[in-house]
Nanobody, 114 residues
Framework: QVQFVESGGGLVQPGGSLRLSCAAS????????MGWYRQAPGKQRELVAH???????YHRDYVKGRFTISRDNAKNTVYLQMNSLKFDDTAVYYC????????WGQGTQVTVSS
């Protein structure tokens, strides 16, 4: 079992930036494809971006060009750099493997508001 601790969220104005971090416990982090997910109020949790074991990345169309996922296997950490934030990006952000069959962490709240 792997546990995740997300951090880096906050309140930001439209057009602003945040960098999220997800620290994973366990020594086998590097063998998993990892993803950032988000859940907006009243909506289902969705996969926003994921990074494969080999470092290849995939981003949903609505964040492409604005968000960048990356990983540091030596630190057991996954990052999500978020630029040009929009109101619709407001959500709780979580990380998990892809597919997400580990327990969810507490997430980190991102609020985009003027």
């Amino acid at each position: 079992q792997v546990q995740f601790v997300e951090s880096g969220g906050g309140l930001v104005q439209p057009g602003g930036s945040l960098r999220l971090s997800c620290a994973a416990s366990g020594s086998i982090f590097s063998i998993y494809n990892m993803g950032w997910y988000r859940q907006a109020p009243g909506k289902q949790r969705e996969l926003v971006a994921h990074v494969l074991v080999n470092g290849s990345t995939y981003h949903r169309d609505y964040v492409k060009g604005r968000f960048t996922i990356s990983r540091d296997n030596a630190k057991n950490t996954v990052y999500l750099q978020m630029n040009s934030l929009k109101f619709d990006d407001t959500a709780v952000y979580y990380c998990n493997k892809v597919p997400p069959n580990f327990d969810w962490g507490q997430g980190t709240q991102v609020t985009v508001s003027s």
